[in-house]
């Protein structure tokens, strides 16, 4: 079974996705939000093409805690794509992926400009393999 992460943000949507046998996350693409509708319509080609089973949704909150404006912006996403694909959604703490996938781009010596690229389908990545380690 597959299961796919996602790193929601205003902007772009990091998606990455695991093995077939839960194991490890890849990344798979950078969706350039463009609205609503097309965000899911790519979500959904991309849940049917791979067979995904569950998403996994970064849940960004305060250091304390408490779900933000971001937090809540995720949420209202999270509800809509519910009525979209016909899959489980589980929200996940995404504290720090975004700095731990900056911290390990930097350390790869990836350039800014790249890094700008790719940084939200690591940050989905980092998302994703925290759940699928939290599961063995």
């Known amino acids: 079974m597959r299961i796919m992460g996602l790193d929601v943000g205003d ?9 077939l046998l839960g194991l490890t996350a890849q990344g798979v693409e950078t969706i350039r ?15 049917e093409k791979m067979e995904v089973k569950k ?5 960004p909150k305060n250091m304390n805690g408490t779900i933000g404006p971001q937090g809540e912006k995720v949420l ?12 489980e959604i589980i929200m996940w703490d995404e504290r720090l992926t975004t700095v731990a996938a900056e911290k390990m781009l930097i350390s790869a010596d990836i ?10 389908k690591v940050a989905a990545v980092y998302i994703l393999q925290g759940y699928l380690d939290s599961q063995r």
């Open 33 to 47: 939000r463009t609205s609503n509708k097309a965000d899911f319509d790519r979500i959904k080609e991309i849940v």
């Open 76 to 87: 209202k996403f999270a509800d809509k794509l519910k009525k979209k694909v016909d899959v």
């Open 11 to 19: 902007k772009t949507i990091g998606v990455a996705v695991s093995d």
């Open 111 to 120: 350039s800014r400009k790249k890094r700008k690229k790719v940084i939200d």
């Open 55 to 59: 998403i996994v949704m970064g849940l």
